[in-house]
C-alpha cells in the first residue's frame, strides 16, 4: 500500500560513526548493521484507532536508526506492515456497525499524515497483510512441509517445539511466556494444543468475518506469520533488525522469528533478525497506553488543537527510547519552549562565518549521541548547549549547519 511523503533530509558534511543499538535477544550494545547496507523491519500499527503518543514515540526511535544508518553512509531498506485483518479491528468495527476494511482505511491515512507532520521517514515497503497473503500462504506452506503444523477444528497452529532456538529471542521462562501469550492474543487454555504458547498460523473461516482461500481452507492469517513472511519477502530470509515496542518481545517477535527459523532453516545466515530493538511504553497516568484501555492521547489531536508537529516529535524523543515514560502537558510545553529556543538561536547565529568551530563540534556530539544507541536526549543535550552560545553570541556562523544537522538527524525542522 502507499506509504507517505518523505520529508527532506538535509546534506551534512562528512559523515556519523557506526550506530550500535541495544539488542534484546543478546542482551547487549550491538552494532546495528555491518556494512554498507541496512536493513529494518518494524512492526507496523493494526489500524482500528488513531496513532497515540506510544505508536508515534515507538515509530520515532526507528526513524532516529532510519537517519542515523543514513548519516554513517548506509542504503537503509525499512519494512513496515499493516495489520490490516486482525481480532482487534475485526471486534472494533463489529462493535461500530462500520466495515472493517472502512475503519482500516480511515485510521491507515491518519496514521499517514500523522508520520508525515512528525517528519518520520516513510519505510521503503509498507505492506498490508491482506495484500501479503499470497506471501503468508507460501510460509505456511513451508511450515507444513517441515511438519511444523497442526489442526484443531479447522484452526491451525505451529508447533512451538519444530523450533530448536524457541526463547532465543525473549529468554523468558515457560511460566511467563504463558501469562504473556494470554494477555496477547493467544489461547494457552485451549483443549488439544500440544503446547499452551502455540501460536495460530491460519484461522478457519468464523462466520460473518472476512476469509481468503488457502490449503487449509478459506479463513484468515494469523498475526506471527504476517510479520515473518512480510520481513522475509522483502528483505531477504536474515535481516539485520526487527523493531517494534516492548510488548512485542512475546509472544510477536519470538514467533516471528521461530516461523522464519523453521520454514526457511538452511538457506545461508540464521533465519530472521541478527538484532532485536524494543522501545519502551509511554504511559498516562502510570498506565501504558493502549487503545484496549482507552487512555489515549492522539497525536492528530494534539495537532488539531494547534500544537506545532516539530514541539511534539521534541517532546516525544527528549525521552531514551528504552525507558517507560509518562506523557504529560508540561513536557509538550517545555518542548515548545527548547523548539522556541533554538530557532531563536539558529536565527541569531545564521550571518557570518563560524569563528567558533562550534557548529561542527555540535554536529560532532549530535552525530556520536545518536549513534549510540538511539541517545537523542543526550543530541538535544548538545544543541542546548550551542543554543545557549549563540544566543550570547558565541556561535555566529553556525546557525545554517545546526538546522541542517537537527534537520537531518533529529528529524526538527527549525
Ligand atoms: N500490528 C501489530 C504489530 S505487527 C501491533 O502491535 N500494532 S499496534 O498498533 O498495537 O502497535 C504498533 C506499535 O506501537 C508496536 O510496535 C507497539 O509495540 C507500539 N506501541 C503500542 N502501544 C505503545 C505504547 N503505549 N508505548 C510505546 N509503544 C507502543
Ligand atoms: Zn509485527
Redesign the pocket.
Known amino acids: 500500500m502507499d506509504s507517505w511523503l518523505a520529508p527532506d533530509v538535509p546534506d551534512l558534511p562528512g559523515s556519523g560513526p557506526e550506530p550500535v543499538i541495544w539488542d534484546t535477544a543478546s542482551g547487549s550494545l550491538a552494532v546495528a548493521a555491518a556494512g554498507s547496507a541496512a536493513t529494518l523491519y518494524?512492526?507496523?500499527?493494526?489500524p482500528y484507532d488513531a496513532t497515540?503518543v506510544?505508536?508515534a514515540?515507538?515509530y520515532l526511535a526507528w526513524d532516529l536508526l532510519v537517519r542515523a544508518w543514513r548519516d554513517a553512509g548506509k542504503t537503509v531498506t525499512y519494512v513496515q506492515?499493516?495489520?490490516d485483518v486482525?481480532d482487534p479491528l475485526l471486534e472494533r468495527a463489529d462493535r461500530d456497525g462500520e466495515d472493517w476494511r472502512e475503519l482500516a482505511d480511515r485510521e491507515i491515512a491518519l496514521f499517514r499524515s500523522d508520520m508525515a507532520a512528525l517528519r518520520v521517514l516513510p519505510p521503503s515497503h509498507y505492506i498490508g497483510a491482506v495484500e501479503a497473503l499470497p506471501l503468508i500462504r507460501d510460509m505456511n506452506l513451508r511450515l507444513a512441509q517441515r511438519d511444523a503444523l497442526y489442526e484443531i477444528d479447522g484452526d491451525v497452529y505451529f508447533c512451538r517445539s519444530a523450533d530448536a532456538a524457541f526463547g532465543s529471542v525473549s529468554g523468558l521462562d515457560s511460566d511467563t511466556m504463558v501469562r504473556l501469550s494470554a494477555e496477547n492474543g493467544g489461547d494457552p487454555a485451549r483443549p488439544g494444543k500440544k503446547d499452551p504458547v502455540d501460536p495460530l498460523v491460519w484461522l478457519t473461516k468464523r462466520p460473518g468475518e472476512p476469509s481468503w482461500p488457502s490449503q487449509f481452507g478459506p479463513g484468515r492469517p494469523g498475526?506471527h506469520v504476517?510479520?515473518a513472511a512480510i520481513a522475509t519477502h522483502y528483505l531477504g530470509v536474515t535481516f539485520d533488525v526487527q523493531a517494534?515496542?516492548?510488548?512485542?518481545i512475546f509472544p510477536?517477535h519470538e514467533m516471528s522469528a521461530a516461523h522464519a527459523r523453521v520454514a526457511l532453516d538452511g538457506i545461508g545466515e540464521p533465519p530472521f533478525a541478527r538484532r532485536y530493538a524494543h522501545?519502551?511504553?509511554?504511559?498516562l497516568d502510570g498506565e501504558?497506553?493502549?487503545?484496549s484501555r482507552g487512555n489515549l492521547v492522539f497525536v492528530s489531536r494534539l495537532l488539531a488543537a494547534g500544537h506545532d508537529p516539530m514541539a511534539v516529535r521534541l517532546a516525544i524523543i527528549a525521552h531514551p527510547y528504552r525507558a517507560d515514560w509518562d506523557w504529560t502537558p508540561a513536557s509538550l510545553s517545555a518542548a515548545a519552549t527548547r523548539l522556541a529556543a533554538w530557532r531563536a538561536a539558529a536565527d541569531r547565529s545564521t550571518a557570518g562565518a563560524d569563528g567558533s568551530a562550534s557548529g561542527a563540534a555540535t554536529l560532532a556530539a549530535v552525530r556520536d549521541r545518536l549513534a549510540d544507541d538511539l541517545d537523542a536526549p543526550g543530541a538535544i543535550a548538545a544543541v542546548d548547549d550551542w543554543a545557549v552560545a549563540a544566543t550570547a553570541g558565541r556561535a555566529a556562523g553556525s546557525g545554517g549547519l545546526i538546522r541542517a544537522a537537527v534537520d537531518a538527524l533529529l528529524g526538527i525542522a527549525l
Not at 518494524?42 to 493494526?46: N, P, S
Not at 501504558?288 to 487503545?291: A, G
Open positions: 518494524a512492526c507496523g500499527i493494526t497515540h506510544g505508536h514515540a515507538t506492515n499493516v495489520t486482525d498475526w504476517e510479520c517494534g515496542g516492548r510488548d512485542l510477536h522501545s519502551g511504553m509511554v504511559r501504558k497506553m493502549s487503545k
